[in-house]
Every structure is written in structure tokens, then in C-alpha cells.
């Protein structure tokens, strides 16, 4: 059993746990995720990892309420516990795999939507105790939604917030933020990493590619089972067929299909669109063995 240790809720329907998980705070990295299980029948759900203390042996995870296990998992207290806590799981970011050095050469920009923030904020995290300086763009639908501010602007090097309704610091869409900053403020940026709902994450990729801004994407919106068996979170880059669970979830933003992504994500709601998929797909539907009937 994992204990829940501290359990809030920093918005309406998100929530904040601190789970007590050594082994997986012992080896997790930023971009990486876990998969979370309430008991013996409850469902997996994939959750990326907001942040860990190894010290404290302590994973926090975020998470916004979408179905009846999530919902669940939000009347969890303090004391409570988690039935499975499996992880870590998917691939770092690949900043971690840059020597700090060269890091500290980059002008580095993340732009993170919603719930999106809890996914960025490890990975600036980690740059800022490395002695790298990134800029952040959060974008919120209204101030009550807004997320983790206080501890980002405690590891951003520049911290530009926006809502959606001009509730709270800037209005409009984080689109208009990176396009003020490049075109009015004169800001060059080398690497942008877009965390967030799927149509925020392409409408960001088509400006910064028309920007010229190479561009990193993390599509753990689209996992569901975590391992790759369950054929959800497959999509389209740059012409090959990868799935997010197992190659990502990070990939190449200006080569991911969004358009193909969003459409399986709808079609993948549905008992009958599982199935249509299943049968257009056939062995590739999996990035496992590709026959587990792991959607059944």
C-alpha cells in the first residue's frame, strides 16, 4: 500500500496528493509518469509525476477529475492509500540527458496549458537546481484554475501568466504570449516545450514552427492503460507509428500528427469506436505484442 501523506485541492476538480513511494522517488526522473491504482479492482490510471522528494521518499501527483476513477480518487484524504503505485514509467525528458553546460547555452522556453503546469513544473525544477534559467508561459481558463504559481516562480527564470478571460495578469491564449515576447520583446528561443490539451499543444506547434522554434510535446493526454497494450495512446510522428506510454511521452512537436492524434482520442471514448479502431489498425493497434486483446 502507498500512503497518501498530504491531500488538497489547489483548484475545482484538480487535486494534489504527496504519495509516500521511495522506490519510485528514488529512481523517477522529470517527464516520466506512474501509473496509480485505488484497489484490487480499480482502474490504472496514468498520472505524470509533478514532483518527488527523495529524501522524503515522496511522489506528488496532480490530477483533474474526467470519469468515475478520478473522481474516486478525489474524495481520497490524508492516511488513505493507494492499492498500486507503479512507476516510473516512459522516458525522461531529454534535458537530462544534456550535460548542464550546454544546457546553460540554450535560451529555453516552456509553455504549459491547465493541468499542463503540473508536468512542466518538474522540468524547470530540475534546470533551476542545475543552474539553468527557462522562461514559462502558464495559460489558465480564469484565475480559480490556475495552478502551482507560487512554486514556479520560485524555479522560473521569467514567469509570464495568462488567462483566457483576463481574470488574472495577461488575456488571451498563450499563443499571443510567445508571439509578444518573440515579435515584440525581441525574446530568441532555441527549444520551446508545450505541455497541455491537445489543441493548444498543435496551435503552439504551428506558430513556433512558423516562428522557426524547435518544439517539444508531451501527449500523456492521450494514455490510458501506460504500457502500450491497450493501443490509446498510439499516434502518427513523423510518418511512423509510436505510442506514448512506452516511446514518449515526449516527442518531436512539428512532427506529430495532431489532427490524427485528436480523432483517435474521440473515436477512443466509445465501446464501438475501440472496436473500429482495433479493426482498421490490426497488429499495429498494440505496441505490445499487438494481438493481447488488450482493449477488450
Known amino acids: 500500500m502507498y500512503k497518501i501523506l498530504k491531500a488538497e485541492s489547489p483548484a475545482e ?14 529512481t523517477c526522473l522529470p517527464g516520466q509518469f506512474v501509473i496509480v491504482k485505488m484497489d484490487e479492482k480499480g482502474e490504472r490510471v496514468p498520472l505524470t509525476i509533478c514532483d518527488y522528494s527523495r529524501e522524503k521518499g515522496t511522489v506528488t ?8 476513477s478520478t473522481d474516486k480518487m478525489s474524495h481520497l484524504k490524508a492516511g488513505d492509500a493507494f492499492r498500486d503505485f507503479t512507476g516510473p514509467l516512459g522516458q525522461p525528458s531529454e534535458f537530462v540527458h544534456e550535460p548542464a553546460e550546454e544546457l546553460k547555452k540554450k535560451k529555453i522556453l516552456f509553455v504549459a496549458g491547465g493541468v499542463g503546469t503540473a508536468p512542466v513544473y518538474p522540468q524547470v525544477k530540475w534546470l533551476h537546481e542545475n543552474g539553468i534559467d527557462a522562461d514559462v508561459i502558464v495559460g489558465a ?16 527564470g521569467n514567469l509570464y501568466i ?62 490510458v492503460d501506460g504500457t502500450g497494450m491497450c493501443g490509446a495512446c498510439r499516434l502518427t510522428v513523423d510518418g511512423k507509428v509510436k505510442f506514448a506510454c512506452v516511446d514518449g511521452p515526449e516527442f518531436d512537436g512539428h512532427a506529430v ?11 477512443y471514448k ?27
Open 162 to 223: 495568462t488567462t483566457d478571460d483576463g481574470s488574472y495578469k495577461r488575456k488571451g491564449m498563450v499563443t499571443e504570449v510567445i508571439k509578444d515576447l518573440v515579435q515584440n520583446e525581441g525574446k530568441k528561443y532555441d527549444v520551446c516545450v508545450a505541455i497541455g490539451p491537445m489543441i493548444m499543444m498543435k496551435f503552439v506547434c504551428l506558430l513556433t514552427k512558423e516562428l522557426g522554434i524547435p518544439t517539444i510535446v508531451s501527449m500523456n493526454p492521450v494514455m
Open 141 to 156: 481558463k480564469n484565475h480559480e484554475l490556475l495552478i502551482l504559481e507560487k512554486e514556479m516562480e520560485a524555479v522560473a
Open 61 to 68: 501527483i496532480v490530477f483533474q477529475v474526467v470519469g468515475a
Open 13 to 26: 476538480n484538480i487535486f494534489m496528493m504527496d504519495v509516500e513511494a521511495p522506490r519510485v522517488a528514488k
Open 270 to 296: 466509445t465501446q464501438e469506436g475501440r472496436a473500429m479502431l482495433k479493426l482498421k489498425e490490426g497488429d499495429t493497434h498494440h505496441g505490445g505484442c499487438g494481438n493481447c486483446g488488450g482493449d477488450q
Open 257 to 267: 500528427n495532431f489532427d490524427e492524434a485528436m480523432k483517435r482520442q474521440q473515436l
